[in-house]
Each structure stands twice: as structure tokens, then as C-alpha cells.
């Protein structure tokens, strides 16, 4: 008896099991702000590792570098965003096998908060008109500008300037007393700043101190400011804006104390001169 051995036939069905290749799972960034540390991870998964990463379009973040960890399986984004705008960039990875994948990002660099700049308000007198400016800086604008706790002197109100950038406090106070109030201001991206102050509205004008001075020769001169110290050595500005005209009326002195007052002139550009000549004010 003879044994046939039958034709073997292998049925072309492909392998059983197939790797899947490597994809990013990280879908959207967190948005960051400037000067604040930034941190980001991109996630990827399947294939086989190392994975190989790389920026496939557009650009980072100003001062924002990627980094792959040391299993290759995600992309630290991290830094110190350096500039505020809106980055656009894709991120490639690709497995051992040579699979690659791609995702695209969007990341709003936010410029730093808001931040009220005026640390002090001139004190005021009954029935004589009150004016002081509150102004602050950095974040986005529009502002919103709001008193957080305390009350105004009555009086006084509170409106924002067109641009945001500064609340005008103006009126007739019609009350003497210590009025003590929070003000608040809240950027465009929602970050928000106080600032306490207490304001005295004095029953009557007791002493002014009425300061003149020569205008600067300069052609660009934006305006100025005046400088008030106990000793001629040590200086605070008092003025809450720039003074346009060359002169300017300190409501503020207390009876029994020494003043030394010194202007400067400020240009266009912001550039400040030296102080003059110091001059003396005794109250009685």
C-alpha cells in the first residue's frame, strides 16, 4: 500500500495579527501668558517605540522648547513664553516601524496681567472740585474697572476713560470725612487687580502749597511731574498724571511739617529729565 501525500495548500488570508502604528492622543494645548512658566505634554500611543518627534510645521511659543521624555511616549512643551500671540504648529511622531502621525495646535499667548499703578490718591476739601486718576498696565484691554469694597467720597464718581486704561474720579465732595475704598480692574483674559486707598475730604482748604515753574525749552515735552519729600533727599511723585501746565496746587500738606518740592519734565517718549533745584515749604 502506497502512502500519497496530498499537495499542502496555504490559503493567502494574511498574517493574524497586525501592529497598529503609532498616533497622537493629545488633542488641544493648554494657552499660556507671558513671563509665566508654560508646560504642555503631547501624548502618543501604539506602534512601537522610540518614538521620533518633531515640530512637522509652524512654530512654537516665543521661548517655549519641546522635549521628548525618556521613553519616547510624549512631548514636554516647556518655558517661559517670551512674546503675547496666537502660535500655530504640528507635531509629527513616528514609530520604530516608520508609521507616522501628525496633530496641529493652537496656543494663545496671553500678554501678562493687569496691574493697577496708582498707589495713592490726593486728598480733596469740601465743596471744591476733586479730580484723580487711577490708571493701570499690562494684560489686555478692554478693562473693566469696578470699587471692590468701600464707598467714594460723596461726591465723587467713578468713570472709566474711553480707552479702559484708567478710571477718572471726579465731582464736588459734599461730605468731610475719611472715605477708605478698594478699587478694582479685570483684563480682557480675566485676570484681576486691587488696590486700597484712603482719601480725606478736609471741611475747609487749611493750607496749599502753590508751586510755578519755568516751561522746559524742549519741543517734545509731554508734560510734568512734581516730586514731594521730607528732606530733599528722599522723593514721591504726587502728581496721579502728568501736569500740563507749569503749575500745580498741593491741598495734601499737614499743619506743622517741612516740604521739599522738585519738578521734571517728561517727553513724548516718556523720558524723564532730571529734578530742579529743590525749594522749601513750611506749613504752619
Request: proline share 6%; glycine share 10%; aromatic share 8%.
Amino acid at each position: 500500500m502506497k502512502l500519497r501525500l496530498l499537495p499542502l495548500f496555504l490559503a493567502a488570508c494574511g498574517p493574524l495579527f497586525a501592529a497598529t502604528g503609532v498616533s497622537i492622543t493629545t488633542t488641544s494645548l493648554p494657552n499660556g501668558t507671558v513671563d509665566t512658566s508654560y508646560s504642555g505634554v503631547i501624548l502618543a500611543s501604539g506602534g512601537c517605540t522610540p518614538y521620533k518627534w518633531a515640530v512637522a510645521s509652524g512654530t512654537l511659543p516665543a521661548g517655549v522648547s519641546a522635549a521628548p521624555t525618556v521613553n519616547t511616549t510624549s512631548l514636554d512643551l516647556t518655558g517661559t513664553p517670551s512674546a503675547a500671540a496666537t502660535y500655530s504648529f504640528t507635531i509629527s511622531v513616528t514609530g520604530c516601524g516608520g508609521h507616522v502621525s501628525t496633530m496641529s495646535y493652537t496656543v494663545v499667548i496671553q500678554a501678562a496681567g493687569v496691574s493697577i499703578t496708582t498707589t495713592t490718591l490726593p486728598n480733596g476739601t469740601l465743596d471744591v472740585s476733586y479730580s484723580s486718576v487711577i490708571l493701570a498696565s499690562g494684560g489686555c484691554t478692554p478693562y473693566k474697572w469696578a470699587v471692590a469694597s468701600g464707598t467714594l467720597p460723596a461726591g465723587v464718581s467713578a468713570t472709566p476713560t474711553a480707552n479702559t486704561t484708567s478710571l477718572d474720579l471726579t465731582g464736588t465732595p459734599s461730605q468731610a470725612a475719611t472715605y477708605s475704598f478698594t478699587i478694582s480692574v479685570t483684563g480682557c483674559g480675566g485676570h484681576a487687580s486691587e488696590m486700597p486707598y484712603q482719601v480725606v475730604i478736609q471741611p475747609a482748604a487749611v493750607h496749599v502749597v502753590d508751586l510755578n515753574w519755568t516751561a522746559s525749552t524742549s519741543k517734545d515735552i509731554a508734560g510734568y511731574n512734581v516730586y514731594r519729600g521730607p528732606d530733599g533727599v528722599t522723593w514721591s511723585k504726587i502728581n496721579p498724571e502728568l501736569v500740563a501746565a507749569t503749575l500745580y496746587d498741593d491741598s495734601s500738606v499737614s499743619d506743622g511739617s517741612t516740604y521739599y518740592y522738585a519738578v521734571t519734565a517728561v517727553d513724548t517718549s516718556g523720558n524723564e529729565s532730571s529734578k530742579t533745584a529743590a525749594v522749601k515749604a513750611v506749613i504752619p
